[in-house]
């Protein structure tokens, strides 16, 4: 046998190369949408571990919740001196990246912020149960916890935002939508 006979000729490499090309571009969506519920479920456990946060936070302050700012969305300021959600809720949580989604591009919020996580600043101080909000609504309705930005698909569409609810539920939607 010469040399020849066993290599490829230019025609099959090329053939073979477009197989490839082929099959990546049909593998690269299915990775990208592995990759987006890989972080919706990792922002979940995150919000659910901040639910146990919170659950210990209020069984130790009789059921008051904490006065956190929220730091791009706080307006009026709730105080002249910022208290990320970490400083009140940190000995709750396994650690800062608890608060970080997977989902925020560059970690924005949470380098900027302290936190991927928007907190509810309206509950701040009062009594989750007898808040105005609870009274109207229900635990059930009201969010303490939601992403900053739909981090988790298009804005405005189901399923952009995750919210962690009063009652300890971790959902990708509002429940009164």
Do not use: W
């Not at 299915?30 to 987006?36: F, G, K, Q």
């Not at 608890?98 to 509810?120: M, T, V």
């Amino acid at each position: 046998m010469r040399d020849t006979e066993k290599a490829f000729t230019l025609v099959e490499l090329l053939v073979v190369l477009s197989i490839m090309v082929m099959l990546l571009g049909i593998l690269m969506p299915a990775l990208a949408a592995a990759r987006r519920v890989a972080y919706k479920t990792a922002c979940k456990q995150n919000l659910h571990g901040c639910a146990l946060a919170f659950r210990m936070y209020l069984d130790d302050n009789k059921s008051i919740m904490p006065i956190i700012t929220n730091m791009p969305n706080a307006k009026p300021p709730v105080t002249d001196n910022p208290i990320p959600v970490y400083a009140v809720l940190g000995k709750y949580l396994s650690g800062p990246q608890a608060l970080k989604c997977p989902a925020d591009p560059q970690a924005k919020y949470f380098r900027e912020q302290g936190s991927s996580y928007e907190y509810n600043t309206r509950l701040a101080g009062e009594n989750i149960e007898k808040s105005r909000f609870a009274q109207r609504f229900g635990l059930n309705e009201v969010f303490l916890l939601r992403d900053y930005s739909a981090f988790h698909g298009t804005a405005g569409k189901a399923g952009s935002v995750m919210y962690l609810f009063a009652d300890t539920l971790v959902a990708d939607r509002e429940r009164n939508k």
